[in-house]
């Protein structure tokens, strides 16, 4: 059975940082690519990083994250990490990650139609 597992939410303060994991349980990343979405109550999903499936492209120039989140596979290929500094309030939101394949694609999209598989979600909370 496929399945993605966030890991590594938590409680921070402002200007803190927190590091993300997504595990691929049942597949590896060869000819998927992955993104991590964000929801806060009330508010629209947003996406705000992802890599593609070679590893090769990632996207984390949202504005609202730009220059302070970054994202990251390993070489085992089976967990990407969002790493997440300078964390203010409006940055707390349940933290998605999502699979979009198998397929071969070099790019990665951080619009949410083409990703059919995600994860349970992980809270992230910014507070003094």
């Known amino acids: 059975q496929l399945q993605l597992v966030e890991s590594g939410g938590g409680l921070v303060q402002p200007g803190g940082s927190l590091r993300l994991s997504c595990t691929v349980l049942g597949f590896t990343l060869d000819y998927y690519a992955i993104a991590w979405f964000r929801q806060a109550p009330g508010k629209e999903r947003e996406g705000v990083a992802c890599i593609s499936a070679g590893g090769d492209t990632t996207i984390t120039d949202v504005d609202s994250v730009k220059d302070r989140f970054t994202i990251s596979r390993d070489r085992a290929k089976t967990t990407v990490t969002l790493q997440m500094n300078f964390l203010a309030p409006e940055d707390t939101a349940v933290y998605y990650c999502?699979?979009?394949?198998?397929?071969?694609?070099?790019?990665?999209?951080?619009?949410?139609?083409?990703?059919?598989?995600w994860g349970q979600g992980t809270q992230v909370t910014v507070s003094s």
């Open positions: 999502a699979a979009d394949g198998p397929s071969h694609r070099s790019s990665c999209t951080l619009h949410a139609e083409p990703y059919n598989l």
